[in-house]
Every structure is written in C-alpha cells, then in structure tokens.
C-alpha cells in the first residue's frame, strides 16, 4: 500500500469510527430523554389519579359510580388499572376487550414504590399507595408515538449523514494526500531517470523548510558527491589510460622495426611476434578504458546524425577483414516493407559496436563465417547477427555484458573482456537495445534493435 493511501485509510478510519461514536452519543441521548420525558408524563397520569382518589370518598365502596377524566395530556392508546389491597381489580379504562395483568407486578410494588417496564412500544408505569386507610395499586399504560416517530426519524438522520460525511472524508482525505504527496511523486519519476550518464539531474528545491524541501536538498547534496566520485574515477582511468598508451605505442614501433632486421633467428622473430601481440592487445585495453569513460558525457545525442547502417556494417567489415581475412559475411536485408536503413547515431562509435561483434564471429567461429540479416519495422530496425561455435553455458550467459567477464569457452582466446560491455554502452547512448540468444546448442544470435524515429522526438 502506498504511503497516500495509508495516510487517506488511516484518517478516514479514525474519522468514521469517532464519528460513529459522536453519532451514537447523539442517539442514546436523544433515547434516554424521550424515555425520561414520557415517563414524567405517565407520572403525571398517576398523580391525577392520586388526586381524583382523594378528592372522591366513595372510591373502592361497593356500588358506586365514578369516571377519572382524561388529563389536558392526552397519552396515546393510555389504560388505567386500579386494584385495591387484596389485589382485586376496582377501576379500568379498558372497554371492549378482555382484560388481563400480571399478577406477579402487584407483588412487586409490595416491594418497590415504583416500577417501570416497556414492552415494544408500549411502556407500564405502576405505584402504590395507601389511601385512607386502604392499599391501592396503579397502573397507566401508554404509547409514545410522537416520540419513537422523533426518535426513528432521527436514526434515520444520523445515519444518512454518517454514510454521506463518510464518504466526503474518505474521497477528500485521499486527494489531500495526493496533494500533499504530489512532490514525491515528481521526486520519484526525476529519481528514476537518474543513471549513471545522467548524474547531475536535480530535485526540484523550495525555500520553505518543510520535509520534503529538506529532503530535496539532502539527495541533490548526495548527488554532487556521486557525481564528483564518479568523475574522478573516469579523469584517472582516462589519465592512465593515456599515459600507458603512449609508452604502449613507442615500444610496438620498436619491436616492429626490430621484427624488419633480416638477420633476426628464426626463434627471436617468433618471440617479438609474440610479445607484439601482447602489447596489442594492452594498446586495444587501454583504447577500450579511453572509450568507455568518453560515453559518460551528456548530452551525447545532440551530435547524432542521420546514418545508413548497412554503409556503417560494410565499413566495420572491411576494417575486421584487415587481421581476419578469412572471415566470410552472409549478409541479408528484408524488403518486403522498402527499407530506408536510416539511424540517427555517430558513425564512428556505430562502427566500434559491429567491429566489435565481427571480431568475437571470427574468434569464437568454428567456419569463420557470420550471417547479418536487417528487418526494418514501422517504429524500429533490427539487425540479427548470428554463427555458429562451441556452446556457452547457462552461468556464463548472464555475464556476457558484464566488464572484464570472460567465459568458458574463452580461456584459450586472446581479448579483454571489454567488447560486449563497451558494445552495450554505445547502444545504450543511441537508446538501442542487445540480445543474446541461443537457437540451437552451436548457433549464436546476437539481435540488436535501434529506433528508426529521430533520438530527440
């Protein structure tokens, strides 16, 4: 889960349950004063009762005749039962129906002044007292419709506006935090850009001294350091790179000009034929270091310019064919779609990635023979170049761009471990891509796919 979204489920969880509990203060008060307020108005009914009682003399004698008046609060479905001290039943209100009590509440208020009971909507207000002399049970029953209607009416409020209020603050609690968390969502799309040609890209900075301007600070601070150490390193590879290529150079010209002597044993040619291979292959390690530091340069793409790459892949061939004469070139171009095998890219660097590809064909070859193929598609051209030698393993696949990895099948071959890495980089500059794949156990494809649009569209 995202941090937006744990702040917005945070927030609106505490918010909904606090106000759930607001909602629920808010109902069970408005329950308990309705309770207590029509029970004062059946308290009402019974001292009315009281009074009538008292005032009327003849009331529990036999024979006589009496009707209680209604009070100006007139109870909805209201009865009225009276009973004197043994129990028995001397007045009620009830007409056309039979009628029937609990005799177990009689008992009750024996012990109890008073005693309330609600049964669904119906609520029994009960008392006893004496009354000159003699015992007398009271019971109002009544129904509080105007007060459960209230009381309903009002449930159906609450919970209409906690379902709407929650709803508002869950949507708003989430845009807030969008909002609030827009500039990490920025620092997160600028932090991956990020990589290591393109180390002086900066965070967006405020004045203000929130989290996130501090933050912005901090990793743009970490970002001129990365960068100062990463320039250092290619300054000093380069630097070296330079100062042992020069004295490299001096002594090949040497051992050449000592080869060309005609009366040289046989043995010593041999020797200074050996060591001038050494010494050639440093001189193409140390160019491989000169030109791996000089793609970390910005801004690369600004120099491209529209090239054929079948000119570019003729002109690598021809240059390889200067040290492997022998190796023969299968090449092919699909017209079905009318190539225009037009890059945009530097020639010269272009050049280096297929010179590079050409030379691991001849040395890893078993017939000295590579097959290139082109296919161009509406949105990019692709180039497969493949041949057939001893298999590779499965580990030493996944380190085949890799800087200085050498596999297997490499231990009695000559070379540095740089062409694949430095042919990766040059791709990677022209926003190309390289594959590595293997279509049976001895044939070896190397797929290459450039974009056909221009670089800064």
Avoid: C
């Avoid at 109902?27 to 009682?53: G, H, P, V």
């Avoid at 003849?58 to 008046?69: P, S, T, Y």
């Avoid at 209100?93 to 002044?113: A, C, F, M, P």
């Amino acid at each position: 889960m995202s941090l937006k979204r744990k702040i917005a489920f945070n927030f609106s969880i505490a918010y909904s349950l606090i106000f759930a509990v607001v909602m629920g203060i808010i109902y069970y008060a408005s329950y308990d004063f309705r309770k207590e307020e029509f029970l004062e108005r059946l308290r009402d009914k019974l001292d009315f009762t009281l009074q009538f009682i008292l005032k009327n003399e003849n009331f529990g004698k036999e024979d006589a005749n009496f009707d209680i008046e209604e009070t100006e609060d007139e109870l909805f479905h209201d009865e009225l039962l009276i009973f004197n001290q043994h129990k028995q039943l001397l007045y009620s209100t009830v007409k056309d129906k039979k009628i029937s009590w609990e005799q177990r509440l009689l008992y009750q208020l024996d012990q109890i002044n008073e005693l309330h009971i609600q049964q669904k909507d119906m609520e029994l207000l009960g008392t006893s007292t004496q009354i000159r002399g003699e015992k007398y049970y009271i019971f109002v029953t009544a129904q509080d419709r105007t007060g459960q209607l209230k009381l309903a009416f009002l449930r159906y409020i609450l919970v209409i506006v906690y379902f709407i209020t929650t709803g508002f603050v869950w949507i708003f609690s989430y845009n807030f935090a969008k909002k609030l968390l827009s500039p990490l969502d920025r620092f997160t799309e600028q932090i991956t850009e990020i990589t290591a040609h393109k180390l002086t890209t900066k965070l967006e900075e405020n004045k203000s001294e929130g989290e996130l301007s501090i933050l912005a600070r901090a990793f743009n601070t970490m970002m001129i350091r990365i960068n100062d150490v990463f320039q250092s390193q290619k300054e000093f590879t380069a630097s070296a790179s330079h100062e042992i290529r020069t004295p490299l150079t001096r002594i090949a010209f040497q051992l050449q000009n000592l080869s060309n002597k005609s009366d040289l044993a046989p043995g010593l040619r041999a020797t200074l034929l050996n060591v001038t291979n050494d010494i050639d292959q440093l001189s193409h390690l140390t160019s491989s270091l000169i030109l791996l530091t000089q793609f970390d340069r910005e801004n690369i793409q600004q120099v491209f310019k529209e090239e054929r790459i079948d000119e570019i892949i003729f002109d690598a061939y021809e240059t390889i064919l200067k040290n492997y004469p022998n190796l023969y070139l299968d090449f092919k171009i699909d017209e079905s779609q009318e190539p225009t095998l037009i890059i945009h890219g530097i020639r010269s660097l272009l050049e280096v990635v297929f010179i590079n590809l050409f030379k691991n064909a001849a040395l890893y070859s078993e017939n000295s023979e590579v097959a290139v193929s082109i296919q161009e598609k509406p949105a990019e051209l692709r180039i497969s170049m493949s041949n057939r030698g001893a298999a590779i393993p499965t580990e030493d696949r996944k380190k085949l761009f890799e800087a200085f990895s050498r596999g297997q099948n490499a231990k009695n071959i000559e070379g540095s471990g740089l062409g694949l890495k430095i042919v990766q980089r040059i791709l990677e500059y022209h926003q190309a891509h390289i594959y590595y794949t293997s279509q049976a156990k001895k044939i070896h494809v190397f797929t290459l796919i450039f974009p056909i649009y221009p670089i800064n569209q």
